[in-house]
């Protein structure tokens, strides 16, 4: 078990820092983590799992070792090869219009890919449809306005996301990878709350700062402060 306590989330930051110097490490860490909280809501065993936006395949993996059925979706060859990976099970395709079958999986999930779509909400629409009823669909997101919320350009996407971008391409020389109303984008915790509940298809099961502890959890209650103090927002449906 990862626990929910602060050792799990000093844990996650260390992986974190790491990123740079031990990728593989890092996304392996973390993909274990992702599939511990999905393990909560779900028995993953010889359950067909699809990870939408999975780039090089370290949740899948992680699923696979779980006992499930996995595969990955991402509409980037280069992503999906990243770190020298050749990850099992893996489909280019596009969150918004997935190349599956409605309610042919039993759990879809996607860990940090929405704020990088342009149309969330279609995004967020095909997850469902692809869910068989009785399923789960598990979600995680950067919401923008969290300390993270610019990604490499943080915390600069405070004072808006052009700044941020152009500030880090000075620094850097390079443009940032991830590009403000490009491939990235804002998106915000009470909107994404509001989205599930308000979708036919759905039940909101549970939704929280994914990296907190669970003493944290109360904070995705409270309108604009969630917003700054909830780095990344996790949602847990269940398929009607
Ligand atoms: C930050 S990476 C996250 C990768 C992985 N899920 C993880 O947690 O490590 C974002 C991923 O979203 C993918 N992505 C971007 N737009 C997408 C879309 N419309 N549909 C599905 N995936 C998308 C990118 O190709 C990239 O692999």
């Known amino acids: 078990m990862a626990g929910t306590g602060i050792r799990r989330s000093v844990e996650l930051l260390e992986a974190f820092r790491r990123e740079q110097v031990d990728p593989d490490a890092t996304y392996a860490r973390l993909a274990a983590d992702s599939v511990e909280l999905l393990s909560r809501y779900t028995s993953l065993d010889q359950r067909v799992a699809l990870d939408v936006g999975g780039g090089p395949g370290y949740t899948a993996a992680a699923l696979r070792a779980a006992g499930a059925h996995a595969f990955t979706v991402d509409p980037s060859a280069d992503e999906l090869r990243l770190h020298g990976r050749q990850p099992e099970g893996a489909l280019v395709g596009d969150g918004r219009a997935l190349p599956v079958r409605t309610g042919s ?72 990878k991830n590009r403000y109303g490009e491939s990235l984008f804002e998106i915000g915790v009470g909107e994404v709350l509001q989205w599930a509940e308000r979708h036919p298809g759905v039940a909101l099961r549970d939704a929280f700062p994914r990296y907190y502890p669970s003493w944290c959890r109360p904070l995705v209650r409270l309108p604009g402060v969630r917003e700054v103090a909830t780095w990344n927002l996790a949602l847990v449906l269940d398929r009607h």
């Open 105 to 176: 999986v039993d759990v879809c999930c996607s860990f940090n890919t929405l704020e990088h779509v342009r149309a969330p909400w279609a995004f967020l629409d095909e997850l469902v449809r692809i869910t068989r009823s009785g399923g789960v669909v598990f979600v995680c997101v950067t919401n923008w306005l969290s300390p993270w919320g610019g990604h490499e350009t943080s915390p600069w996407h405070y004072l808006g996301g052009e700044r941020a971008a152009s500030r880090y391409a000075r620094r850097t020389g390079l443009p940032p």
